[in-house]
């Protein structure tokens, strides 16, 4: 039989639930330095969507699966499985799974003194709100630990502080060892966006919109982000590329030039030939005439 102070300690704690849906709250806070206030995990209906809502804590989903979005500060993200996003506190946010493919996520909250100094070891702060974690089912395997541990005991209790602790050391773990290969999530999308280009240059249809979508940012904040990088707007860098793709080959092959301008996403040659003399000052009739002298 519980004594008093075991029945004070399952009254700091809320659990529930069912087949697409489990919650795990704490009353009461157990740490100044970082402290949880609750954990879920929902597999979402197609469309289903939350807010626009403001939150008291720091919280961070975590895709399992499917697609959706989130928005927040006039921004949308487009994020799959392995994908999560950082919800700041007193921030306006709305998020939404995809009708297609809903998301099925995860989701921990929390805060306290350090809370804001450990985001940031995982470079999680009001300037990057996205992350990708795909080293290991770890983070699903301790909010999952959390829910088990659903009766609130001494014990109980600083195990979930210790998880709390792991969910945001795996977090800046991935970030120190991917940190070489990009600083930050807006790299990521540079890096997508350009790839995507690089691919599809051949396609006259294409439309910086296209890419936009692709990688799950509105234009505006796409073309913010190349030229933040690259020093190019997204139509700067499709039509460098191009142009780029011409000069090889108008050097490296004896196609002609209405051929080349098809090979490049133009099918009008008489465009691709008015592009190419804004860049390269010269026809590409006469840049093929001076390579080859």
């Given at each position: 039989?519980?004594?008093?102070?075991?029945?004070?300690?399952l009254?700091?704690?809320?659990?529930n639930?069912?087949n697409?849906?489990?919650?795990?709250?704490?009353?009461?806070?157990?740490?100044?330095?970082?402290?949880?206030?609750?954990?879920g995990?929902?597999?979402c209906?197609?469309?289903?969507?939350?807010?626009?809502?403001?939150?008291?804590?720091?919280?961070i989903?975590?895709?399992?699966?499917?697609?959706?979005?989130?928005?927040?500060?006039?921004?949308?993200?487009?994020l799959?499985?392995?994908?999560?996003f950082?919800?700041?506190?007193?921030?306006?946010?709305?998020?939404?799974?995809?009708?297609?493919?809903?998301?099925t996520?995860m989701?921990i909250a929390f805060?306290?003194?350090?809370?804001k100094?450990?985001l940031?070891y995982?470079?999680l702060?009001?300037d990057?709100l996205i992350?990708?974690?795909?080293?290991?089912?770890?983070?699903?395997?301790y909010?999952?630990?959390?829910?088990?541990?659903?009766?609130?005991n001494?014990s109980?209790?600083l195990?979930?502080?210790?998880?709390?602790y792991?969910?945001l050391?795996?977090?800046?773990?991935?970030k120190?060892?991917?940190?070489?290969k990009?600083?930050?999530?807006?790299?990521?999308?540079?890096?997508?966006?350009?790839?995507?280009?690089?691919?599809n240059y051949?396609?006259?249809n294409?439309?910086?919109?296209d890419?936009?979508?692709?990688?799950?940012l509105?234009?505006?904040y796409?073309?913010?982000?190349?030229?933040?990088?690259?020093?190019l707007?997204?139509?700067?860098?499709?039509l460098n590329?191009?142009?780029?793709?011409?000069?090889?080959?108008l050097?490296?092959?004896?196609?002609?030039?209405?051929?080349i301008?098809?090979?490049?996403?133009?099918?009008?040659?008489?465009?691709?030939s008015?592009?190419?003399?804004?860049v390269?000052?010269i026809?590409?009739k006469?840049?093929?005439?001076?390579?080859?002298?």
């Open positions: 039989m519980l004594d008093k102070l075991g029945c004070d300690k009254k700091t704690l809320e659990y639930e069912s697409k849906h489990k919650y795990l709250e704490l009353k009461e806070k157990n740490s100044l330095d970082l402290y949880l206030g609750y954990c995990m929902e597999k209906l197609p469309s289903h969507s939350y807010g626009p809502a403001v939150r008291n804590n720091y919280l989903h975590y895709i399992i699966d499917g697609e959706g979005t989130y928005y927040v500060n006039g921004q949308s993200y487009r799959r499985k392995n994908q999560g950082l919800i700041c506190p007193n921030t306006l946010t709305y998020y939404k799974a995809s009708k297609d493919n809903p998301w996520y989701w805060n306290g003194i350090k809370a100094k450990y940031n995982a470079n702060n009001e990057n992350f990708e974690y795909t080293e290991d089912d770890s983070l699903e395997i909010i999952n630990r959390m829910f088990e541990l659903n009766r609130m001494y109980n209790e195990e979930i502080q210790g998880l709390l792991l969910f050391s795996k977090l800046a773990m991935s120190n060892e991917n940190s070489l990009r600083n930050n999530i807006s790299d990521f999308y540079v890096e997508k966006a350009s790839e995507f280009m690089q691919n051949l396609n006259p294409l439309k910086i919109t890419v936009a979508n692709f990688v799950g509105n234009r505006s796409l073309t913010h982000l190349l030229k933040k990088s690259l020093k707007s997204p139509q700067e860098f499709l590329y191009r142009i780029n793709e011409a000069t090889s080959l050097k490296n092959t004896n196609l002609s030039v209405g051929t301008s098809k090979s490049i996403g133009y099918n009008d040659q008489l465009t691709f008015k592009v190419f003399k804004k390269k000052g026809s590409p006469t840049y093929r005439d001076n390579f080859l002298k």
